[in-house]
């Protein structure tokens, strides 16, 4: 209560603060949707906000409210600017990661900071580098654990359409349009509060799920084509998808996302992965059915992590060198991957 305490009285209205939101490398809709949607809100309490996002995010993000006012960490002509911004911070708040290796290129500055540290995040092993967190693994986004927390301080009222829709977004794509083992009780509960609130949620499945460009849509029908492999054996498949392919189809930010999700939707695949060969090596998200565990694989192998079902991370190796390890690992880890399987296989006989 104490800790609460501590930040209701950072955040009030008494004083006016210079307040910097940030979020991890390549924001998604529940990064950016809880970074908009706390804008809006401390806003509302007479502070002075600025969103600060380490890269780029997918234009089918665009349309949420504050999204005109975001600063780019790596844009060359807003870099100077949002250095200046995050020294000059009273508060500083980190959204929807754990670590702040997760904002790369901006990571330094963030350390460098003197502001007063705020980490709101539903992600696994979080590190201690906030004054105050907010943080629980069986969130399903940090966008709940975000309404969940202005309620707390009750501050509910202050809830408006744009705060609703900005936190619906983030809730409905990290639960994979509801569709995934996260999706509990209370995530009903407060998407229900949302639409309530304002919240058009037809409307908000359609500017993030149906605004492909054609060229999106041509690479898509290539990925599955021409880049999934079936593993039947592992209950596996995969895609690998190269900088040639990216340049082929002009792919922009926010295109090879859901990709992965193909090859996890088909029968009898219990583990689903993504490989995108960039500059800076081949990245990888990793999916997996309710009853098979891919974050602790991730941490071992690929230096990455995350949640259960759901977890990236990078190779070094090229992207054919990468997808060979992948195959050989899963084969040779087959037996503690699906042990979970086996065991409920056991029950059943």
Known sequence: MQKLDLFKEQISSASSKRIIITTHHKPDADALGSSLALALYLKKKKHQVTVVTPSDYPSFLHWMKGNDEVINFEDKQQVDEARNLIGEADILFCLDFSNLGRLQGM?????????????????????????????????????????????????????????????????????????????????????AELIGLGADNSKISRLIYDTYSVNRLKFLGF???????????????????SKKDLRKYQSQTGDTEGLVNYALSLDGIKIAALFTERKDGVKISFRSSEDVAVNKFAATYFDGGGHKNASGGISSLSLEDTMKRFETLVKENKHILFNQLALVDEKNQ
């Not at 599955?224 to 998808?241: D, H, V, W």
């Open 223 to 241: 990925a599955l084509t021409r880049r999934l492999t079936i593993l039947p054996e592992l209950n596996t498949a995969y895609f690998g998808i």
């Open 107 to 191: 990571e330094e500055a963030v350390r460098a900071s003197n502001a007063f540290m705020v980490n709101i995040d539903h992600h696994q092993d979080p590190d201690d580098f906030a004054d105050f967190s907010f943080s629980s693994t069986k969130a399903a986004a940090t966008c709940e654990l975000l309404y969940d927390l202005m309620v707390k301080v009750g501050d509910k009222d202050l809830i408006d359409k744009d705060m609703a829709e900005c936190l619906y977004s983030g809730i409905m794509t990290d639960t994979g349009g509801f569709r995934h083992p996260n999706t509990t009780k209370n995530v009903h509960l407060v998407t």
